[in-house]
């Protein structure tokens, strides 16, 4: 049966979902949590209306009882009212004094509460004169008037005669109690949840390229196994890296030699570009698939990066210019960074006439920027470009050896060391790539 509208925006799928703990471990302390607070809930509740509404009535009919018994000595002998008093006040601890006043005229029972409820029909079950109380005025006492002739016998009764007094205390063991399970509850769970947390990690700088040859797997038992699971995949994943680099690679080069050894001609030449073009295709492939690889981050001269790379592009024939502070040093992975940012120059060579590279420290990030005079992109295909194996419109297509690899590794390199690149309109008119590394 479905809600009604109002109630399913209240209760509804999406509201429960905003205020579900989105991590492993909120959710497993709600899993604890809740049924403790529902179980404390019902007892209280219980406890409360049952337990405490008996005894409390018991209480009251006792002390009804005192209160009648004198009231009934106090009517066959008016003058032994001293002598009352003084019993009633070593007996039962009940102050008893005459006034000459009438009943108070404002009703402070409260028929709400529990010992208002239970002293009213105990009073009313065991005297036949009117009577007033007032449980609200005084914190430990309850002042009980009966109506007698020559005014009221005012009596003062401790609270705990009337009352169960033991619920605060109830609550009190009740909430410790709680707390104590709770920080049980909590050590144990963040225990297990760590284990989980030091698997992601792992699988995350694996994923980046990094070194994860000092993760072990604990915990519990499936999250073991899980872990087992992650170190084969690295190993498989590993093994057929190698595996298909030196598959490939090897008939490559017997193809190469062949060709080599052959008298030139138009076909041979042909022969080679394609041969060249699929190597170029394969080396793309393996580092895109191999990330950073197992490189140490080390600190480097960022400029120095950025000259080597800026001259291997105008042995190729391409336009590039430099700029920025040779004093930068950044601890990256000299290798990577360097595949990243010729990704970047070679693909802005490919497409313009002019190529700039500059370097920025900024907000404590050291910024790249490749800014070329190209075509550009459609801002709204900026997403598009850094998919694997994506190809632009014929205006701004991968370079002719590509497979629309080049923009996917620059970023996988920029994320292994924490930082991003991201596309956006050149100065130039072209297209503007900015690799954003932490400092």
Known sequence: MALPRPLARLFGPRILKRWIPTSLFGRSLLIIILPIAIMQLAVTWVFFTAHEDTVTSR???????????????????????????GKAQTTFELSVVLKPEDLPAIDRRNPFRSIDRSLDK????????????????????V?????VDGGVLAFIAPKDRAIATQGNIFILYLAGATLILTAVAVAFIRNQVRAIERLAA??????????????KPHGAREVRQAAEAFLTMRANIQRLMASVSHDLRTPLTRLK???????????????????????????EYLDFARGAGGEAVEPARLMEIIDGVAQGARRAGADVATSGDHTVVAPVRRNGLTRALANLTYNAAAHASQVEISLSVEDGFVLVTVDDNGPGIDPE?????F???????????QNEKGVGLGLAIARDVARSHGGDV??????????????RLPA
């Open 59 to 85: 209480l009251s009919e006792g002390l009804a009882g005192e209160i009648s018994a004198i009231v009934s000595a106090y009517k066959d002998n008016p003058a032994g009212l001293a002598d009352l008093a």
């Open 122 to 141: 105990a009073l009313h079950d065991h005297l036949n004169e009117p009577f007033w109380f007032d449980t609200t005025r005084y914190p430990a006492q």
């Open 143 to 147: 002042p009980i008037w009966v109506k």
């Open 202 to 215: 792992a699988a995350e700088t694996f994923g980046k390229g990094g070194d994860v040859s000092g993760f």
């Open 257 to 283: 030699l062949e060709l080599a050894l052959k008298e030139p001609s138009e076909r041979n030449e042909g022969m080679k570009r394609d041969l060249a073009e699929m190597e170029h295709m394969i080396d």
């Open 381 to 385: 295909r900026y997403d598009e470009a």
């Open 387 to 397: 998919k694997p194996f994506t190809r632009l419109d014929e205006a701004r297509n």
């Open 422 to 435: 991201t596309l956006g309109v050149s100065p130039l008119g072209g297209l503007r790539a900015v690799v």
